[in-house]
Nanobody
Framework: QVQLVESGGGLVQPGGSLRLSCVAA????????MAWHRQVPGKQRELVAS???????NYTDSVKGRFAISRDYAKKTVHLQMNNLKPEDTAVYYC??????????????WGQGTQVTVSS
């Protein structure tokens, strides 16, 4: 079983910055993916950014140039640096890890979510 604990959310003014962190407790495969998603009420959860163990990254178009995902592989941690925040970035942000489970295949685990509110 893998547990993810997120931190770093909060209230920030437009144009401000926040840094989200997520640490995975438990065993994860050497090859894995960690990602950040977000969700607002009434809408589907969307992928914000992801990063594999080989360093490949993927961002949704609306955050390119503003957000940066990074990882500390030894500490099983993923960060999301969010700069120039906009009101439309307001959402609950969720951490996800995709890991290989022997005899079961790829499995996704999710954190509980952290609220990010961008407002003046």
């Amino acid at each position: 079983q893998v547990q993810l604990v997120e931190s770093g959310g909060g209230l920030v003014q437009p144009g401000g910055s926040l840094r989200l962190s997520c640490v995975a407790a438990g065993s994860i495969s050497q090859t894995n993916l960690m990602a950040w998603h977000r969700q607002v009420p009434g809408k589907q959860r969307e992928l914000v950014a992801s990063m594999t163990t080989d360093g490949s990254t993927n961002y949704t178009d609306s955050v390119k140039g503003r957000f940066a995902i990074s990882r500390d592989y030894a500490k099983k941690t993923v960060h999301l640096q969010m700069n120039n925040l906009k009101p439309e970035d307001t959402a609950v942000y969720y951490c996800r890890v995709r890991t290989w489970i022997t005899l079961r295949g790829w499995r996704d685990y999710w954190g509980q979510g952290t609220q990010v509110t961008v407002s003046s």
